[in-house]
Nanobody, 115 residues
Framework: QVQLVESGGGLVQAGGSLRLSCAASENRASIDAMGWYRQADGKQRELVARITSGGSTTYADSVKGRFTISRDNAKNTMYLQMNSLKPEDTSVYYC?????????WGQGTQVTVSS
């Protein structure tokens, strides 16, 4: 069982920045990939960014050039740096990790971008 704890959400004006953190209870080296998903009211959960154990990254088209995913193996923590935020980025952001065939989710953190 992997415990994932997100932090860093909040309210920000359009054009501003936030950094989300996801602390994993499991040793980072055992995790195959981690990622950030988001779910806005009335919409399906969608992938925002993903990082593999080898460091390869993938981004949704809507956030490319604005968001950066990274990890600190020593701290078992993953980050999402979000710049140039837009009102349409408003969502609950979830941390995700998979080990083999198992997937684990954090509790989510709210990001609200005002216009």
């Amino acid at each position: 069982q992997v415990q994932l704890v997100e932090s860093g959400g909040g309210l920000v004006q359009a054009g501003g920045s936030l950094r989300l953190s996801c602390a994993a209870s499991e040793n980072r080296a055992s995790i195959d990939a981690m990622g950030w998903y988001r779910q806005a009211d009335g919409k399906q959960r969608e992938l925002v960014a993903r990082i593999t154990s080898g460091g390869s990254t993938t981004y949704a088209d809507s956030v490319k050039g604005r968001f950066t995913i990274s990890r600190d193996n020593a701290k078992n923590t993953m980050y999402l740096q979000m710049n140039s935020l837009k009102p349409e980025d408003t969502s609950v952001y979830y941390c995700y990790a998979n080990i083999g065939v198992f997937g684990f989710w954090g509790q989510g953190t709210q990001v609200t971008v005002s216009s």
